[in-house]
């Protein structure tokens, strides 16, 4: 089973820094890696896929980089409604299983 | 719009069965496999099993092969998570989520099942 490791646990930022995420994998997945946020009492939502590609709708402030086992999120500009849990997921091997991060949450410094 | 719906939250003794629901809309459901994902409290996500609601194909993670049963009625396109004998270390919220045609990736989610188990 593929291992996907984020760092770091916690990442505390102020409104209108930069945010710089990071997702390792055990062993390479390719480009077959996605992005998640997450806000309290809320589900997943799909920010990147294809390690690099933002999903409908996702601002432009939320940039995917990386392939292979290194992975990085950068959220340009912070903003209030971007405080959240972040999850990396791979699914190279697709199927049959798929894993995700550990999670970074990005706290208001 | 694409949505998917889940049952309500439950609560459950030690030993009870559970099957909870996951009703999709707003595409042609048999196009796409649906996934369940798990988050116990104040944890992180775990990928649990998927069906394919075309023939009712499914694959498990390891750690849940065994544990639960995903099925899936196309006939009213809903997909299920079911539990024969819950522990009290199933307590968790469970969702779904659809599968992208292109890759793996997991978009839509529905809007998550709180499971409660104690006795």
């Known amino acids: 089973e593929i291992v996907m490791t984020q760092s770091p646990a916690t990442l505390s930022v102020s409104p209108g820094e930069r945010a710089t995420l990071s997702c390792r994998a055990s062993?390479?997945?390719?480009?077959?890696l996605a992005w998640y946020q997450q806000k309290p009492g809320q589900a997943p939502r799909l920010l990147i896929y294809?390690?690099?590609t933002r999903a409908t709708g996702i601002p432009a402030r939320f940039s995917g980089s990386g392939s292979g086992t290194e992975f990085t999120l950068t959220i340009s500009s912070l903003q209030s409604e971007d405080f959240a849990v972040y999850y990396c997921?791979?699914?190279?091997?697709?199927?049959?299983?798929?894993?995700f991060g550990g999670g970074t949450k990005v706290e208001i410094k | 719009e694409v949505q998917l719906v889940q049952s309500g939250a439950e609560v459950k003794k030690p030993g009870e069965s559970l099957r909870i629901s996951c009703k999709g809309s707003?595409?042609?459901?048999?196009?796409?496999?649906i996934s369940w994902v798990r988050q116990m409290p104040g944890k992180g996500l775990e990928w649990m099993g998927r069906?394919?609601?075309?023939?009712?194909?499914?694959n498990y993670s390891p750690s849940f092969q065994g544990h639960v049963t995903i099925s899936a009625d196309k006939s009213i396109s809903t997909a299920y998570l079911q539990w024969s004998s819950l522990k009290a270390s199933d307590t968790a919220m469970y969702y779904c989520?659809?599968?992208?045609?292109?890759?793996?990736?997991?978009?839509?989610w529905g809007q998550g099942t709180l499971v409660t188990v104690s006795s």
């Open positions: 997921q791979q699914y190279n091997n697709w199927p049959p299983v798929s894993t």
């Open positions: 294809g390690a690099s």
């Open positions: 069906i394919d609601p075309s023939d009712s194909y499914t």
């Open positions: 989520a659809r599968l992208a045609v292109a890759g793996g990736w997991f978009d839509p």
């Open positions: 062993q390479s997945v390719s480009s077959n």
């Open positions: 707003g595409y042609s459901f048999t196009s796409y496999w």
